[in-house]
């Protein structure tokens, strides 16, 4: 094991280019590592929007062997670089490397440390992890002939019905056809208001009600680079959206991340259509994993290969915000988690947030100049 001797702390955008090529080295030699969540650009474009986004570097005598970005309030409680939108977390390494997570934390200037989704193989982290959970996955391989070819080879049963409302949707709004790679910036600001809608229609908090994660998503569309590229894709038929996702991709992994689909055409099973298009047409691309994020969801169940585990929990030293922070905030993840875990208290609070949230769109719709808004 390699122990690191020394920690320097940096804002993103203060990584030069030899600190950068270090990290996608450490991401490059374990396949842990290897999520686009993971890669210094996502953290880059945390950086342009979040004011208290760091990362602390570990040294192996003259060598970065360890990056680790994190956010930090003027207070010292820190969290994960993107907490509730990242779907991966860690400190990414050389192989061998390790340290003391108090150091760590004292160097950050941190009293604690919140994460929710953080890789396996982190054991320094160990002793502060407070639950795991499965992480879907799809493993990817390219298929032989075209994309019905390679649905019948690899769902089989899911294929036959897939097939069959593909045709209809072609019969009745036009001819399906999926892009991979879509770079028509009014495709993706269409994403982001079937996904508002489906927050509120859900009762979910509208991620994109927040100024900051429309302008990362935004930028990170731009984002072209090997370790991280933002990728759009859409299902049309004719000349119009019918689903949408966007999310990053490395070399070898893609993070499911944003999917919605136009409601009017939810009779075809648009949302499944879109994952099962996005896996075949990743594969052919040179992706062998992908990655669909914590969360039980029936069509995850359907789609996965196998599960990863992630881990959430706070990593703390004595401190008396640290007590505070895990005093407010365990609890409330403590009751999501129950809630999550099992289905007789599951469906019943999904039931009710589902009213909720008509009920919030009905008053909405009536309210005075709710259609002048709505042009």
Request: charged share 25%.
């Amino acid at each position: 094991m390699r122990s690191t001797s020394a920690i320097t702390i940096h804002r993103p955008e203060e990584l030069d280019e030899s600190l950068r090529r270090a990290w996608h080295r450490a991401m490059d030699e374990s396949p842990d590592y290897a999520n686009p969540f993971l890669a210094p650009e996502f953290t880059l474009g945390v950086g342009r929007y979040r004011k208290g986004a760091q990362v602390a570097v570990l040294h192996d005598g003259g060598e970065a062997v360890g990056f680790f970005p994190y956010e930090r309030t003027v207070y010292g409680a820190g969290r994960a670089i993107g907490l509730g939108l990242s779907d991966c977390q860690a400190l990414v390494h050389r192989p061998g490397v390790t340290w003391d997570t108090g150091e760590l934390l004292r160097a950050c200037g941190l009293a604690v440390f919140e994460f929710d989704h953080l890789v396996e193989e982190q054991p320094p982290f160990g002793p502060y992890v407070t639950g795991t959970f499965a992480s879907p996955v799809l493993d990817l391989k390219p298929g032989e002939g075209d994309y019905p070819a390679w649905l019948r080879a690899t769902y089989p049963g899911l294929a036959k019905t897939t097939l069959k409302k593909e045709r209809r949707l072609g019969r009745d709004a036009g001819e399906v056809r999926f892009v991979y790679d879509e770079r028509d910036p009014a495709a993706l600001r269409t994403l982001m208001r079937w996904k508002s809608a489906q927050y509120r229609r859900t009762g979910r908090m509208d991620r994109f009600s927040k100024p900051w994660i429309v302008d990362l998503v935004d930028h990170l569309f731009q984002v072209r680079e090997e370790h991280f590229t933002g990728v759009l894709s859409v299902v049309y038929a004719g000349d119009r959206p019918v689903a949408a996702h966007f999310g990053p991709r490395s070399r070898s992994v893609f993070a499911a991340w944003f999917t919605a689909y136009d409601p009017e055409f939810g009779y075809y099973s648009p949302g499944l259509m879109m994952h099962l298009r996005l896996a075949e047409a990743a594969g052919r691309d040179g992706v062998t994993l992908m990655d669909m994020g914590r969360g039980e969801k029936e069509y995850k169940d359907w789609l996965k290969t196998r599960e990863l585990r992630v881990a959430e929990g706070f990593a703390a030293r004595p401190h008396p915000v640290a007590a505070a922070h895990r005093l407010w905030r365990r609890p409330v993840r403590g009751l999501r988690n129950t809630v999550l875990a099992h289905p007789r208290l599951r469906d019943p609070a999904d039931r009710l947030l589902k009213t909720v949230g008509a009920l919030r769109t009905s008053l909405l719709a009536r309210a005075p100049g709710a259609g002048a808004r709505a042009r």
